[in-house]
């Protein structure tokens, strides 16, 4: 009987370490989803207002890479 009640103890733990797992990795993916589209868009913005100032500029100068303008974090 002892041994019944320690088994089913043990697997209502593993459900519950399952099932947070699994909460934890949504959250972790979410957060990996978001963090790339925002550096996605700032290099997309810098490319922008880098293409922007050369027009503005009007100067023959070599256009800096989306990643030389974006500070790296």
């Known amino acids: 009987m ?3 009640v320690l088994q ?3 697997s209502l733990a593993l459900s519950d370490v399952k099932a ?3 909460e934890r990795l949504k959250e972790i ?3 990996a989803r978001t963090k790339k589209k925002s550096r996605v868009a700032q ?3 810098a490319l922008e207002r ?3 100032d050369q027009e503005e500029g009007g100067t023959k ?3 800096p890479t989306a990643a030389a303008v974006v500070k790296q974090s």
């Open 50 to 52: 880098s293409i922007k």
């Open 8 to 10: 089913a103890g043990t």
């Open 43 to 45: 290099k997309l913005a």
């Open 61 to 63: 100068r070599k256009r």
């Open 2 to 4: 002892a041994s019944r």
């Open 20 to 22: 947070h797992g699994k």
């Open 29 to 31: 993916n979410q957060h």
